[in-house]
């Protein structure tokens, strides 16, 4: 019996619509260990500290991002300037304290995925148009506010930004803990087999009578939400806020989505594989910092391996059919 359900396991990860995120998934494992082996200093408990405050807002966004591309609206690239404006938000906010400062920006990235939400989900927009467009009123609304100017924040973000519980960073704790609730939301809910079903075939999820519409508006929202969040945690580290910190989060929460095996069409993939996909970029980096490699030829590597996930991930679609 055991053997039989051993074999099932097996046959599941390696099908082809889990090829990719089992590659990744076992790629990371090598790789941190290779890495671990060759590269001076990688193992150090200062440099595996480097990555995880590397991989946090990244991989918070990208879990929020998963959202999105699971629905079949590819991707949020209000993304980036959501967090930049965080940013600016939590600075502003921080004198009333930590968690109201927190609060205040989930709360604003929640209401400009709303916008979103309702323009894709309910006035049927198209998501890219819409989300760039969102982009520049938020950048602008963001400059309006701190009139271009950087926000010094007035008050003790020290456990958002450096903190530990039990010798591991605060900031990869509340990463772990949105990729387990948000993959709860999509593995266990009825919002989450919803949105797969609006990923795998939008049409005939609207025949159905799914709830399509409501369901993209809470995609936006969760991952507007997550976007800010990340803008908080830049926010707190660099004890400041302005337009530049979180800028380049577009990209990067894509690469980890689709390094991660979520499908770019919609409805395949998990959380946990966009989780596992900034996980992985964030080894890469570092081990291209280790070997005193530019930044030019870091963004051609991490160039080149998001367009080898998107081959593969096309193979395993083509296998599949």
Same mark, same amino acid.
């Given at each position: &019996?055991?053997a039989?359900? =051993?074999?099932?396991?097996?046959?599941?990860?390696?099908?082809?619509?889990?090829?990719?995120?089992?590659?990744? +998934? &076992?790629?990371?494992?090598?790789?941190?260990? +290779?890495?671990?082996?060759?590269?001076?200093?990688?193992? *150090?408990? %200062?440099?595996? *500290?480097?990555? &995880?405050?590397?991989?946090?807002?990244v /991989?918070?966004? @990208?879990? $929020? =991002?998963?959202?999105?591309?699971?629905?079949?609206?590819?991707?949020?690239? *209000?993304?980036?300037?959501?967090?930049?404006v965080?940013?600016?938000?939590?600075?502003?906010?921080?004198?009333?304290?930590?968690?109201?400062?927190?609060?205040?920006?989930?709360?604003? $990235?929640?209401?400009?995925?709303?916008?979103?939400?309702?323009?894709?989900?309910?006035?049927?927009?198209?998501?890219?148009?819409t989300?760039?467009? =969102?982009? *520049?009123?938020?950048?602008?609304?963001?400059?309006?506010?701190?009139?271009?100017?950087?926000?010094?924040?007035?008050?003790?973000?020290? +456990?958002?930004?450096? $903190?530990? &519980?039990a010798?591991?960073?605060?900031?990869?704790?509340?990463?772990?803990?949105?990729?387990?609730v948000?993959?709860?939301?999509?593995?266990?809910?009825?919002?989450?087999?919803?949105?797969?079903?609006?990923?795998?075939?939008?049409?005939?999820?609207?025949?159905?009578?799914?709830?399509?519409?409501?369901?993209?508006?809470? @995609?936006?929202?969760?991952?507007?939400?997550?976007?800010?969040?990340?803008?908080?945690?830049?926010?707190?580290?660099?004890?400041q806020?302005?337009?530049?910190? /979180?800028?380049?989060?577009d990209?990067?929460?894509?690469?980890?989505?689709?390094?991660?095996?979520?499908?770019?069409?919609? $409805?395949q /993939?998990?959380?946990l594989?966009?989780?596992?996909?900034?996980?992985?970029? @964030?080894?890469?980096?570092?081990?291209?910092?280790?070997?005193?490699?530019?930044?030019?030829?870091?963004?051609?590597?991490?160039?080149?391996?998001?367009?080898?996930?998107?081959?593969?991930?096309?193979? %395993?679609?083509? @296998?599949?059919?």
């Open positions: &019996m055991a039989v359900e =051993m074999k099932s396991v097996g046959a599941a990860l390696l099908s082809p619509e889990r090829i990719q995120s089992t590659a990744v +998934w &076992m790629g990371t494992v090598l790789l941190a260990a +290779w890495a671990g082996v060759t590269v001076p200093g990688f193992a *150090s408990s %200062a440099n595996i *500290s480097a990555i &995880m405050y590397s991989t946090s807002a /991989g918070i966004a @990208a879990v $929020g =991002m998963a959202f999105i591309t699971l629905s079949g609206n590819l991707f949020m690239l *209000s993304m980036g300037a959501t967090a930049a965080s940013t600016i938000v939590f600075a502003s906010c921080l004198h009333l304290g930590l968690l109201p400062s927190i609060a205040v920006v989930v709360l604003v $990235g929640a209401l400009f995925g709303l916008a979103q939400g309702m323009a894709v989900g309910v006035f049927k927009t198209n998501p890219i148009i989300t760039i467009a =969102m982009a *520049s009123i938020i950048t602008g609304a963001g400059s309006f506010y701190s009139g271009g100017l950087t926000v010094v924040g007035q008050g003790d973000a020290s +456990w958002l930004a450096i $903190g530990r &519980m010798g591991i960073p605060n900031q990869i704790v509340l990463f772990l803990l949105a990729a387990l948000f993959s709860f939301i999509v593995e266990r809910t009825r919002f989450g087999r919803e949105l797969r079903l609006i990923g795998l075939n939008p049409k005939a999820a609207h025949f159905t009578g799914l709830r399509v519409g409501r369901a993209l508006v809470i @995609a936006y929202v969760l991952a507007a939400a997550a976007a800010a969040f990340a803008g908080a945690l830049y926010g707190s580290q660099a004890a806020g302005n337009l530049k910190l /979180g800028a380049g989060l990209f990067d929460a894509i690469a980890a989505v689709l390094v991660g095996g979520v499908a770019i069409k919609g $409805g /993939g998990r959380i594989d966009a989780a596992i996909g900034a996980v992985f970029l @964030a080894i890469i980096t570092n081990i291209l910092l280790l070997k005193g490699l530019s930044l030019e030829i870091q963004l051609i590597v991490k160039g080149l391996v998001v367009i080898a996930s998107v081959i593969l991930g096309a193979l %395993a679609l083509g @296998a599949r059919k």
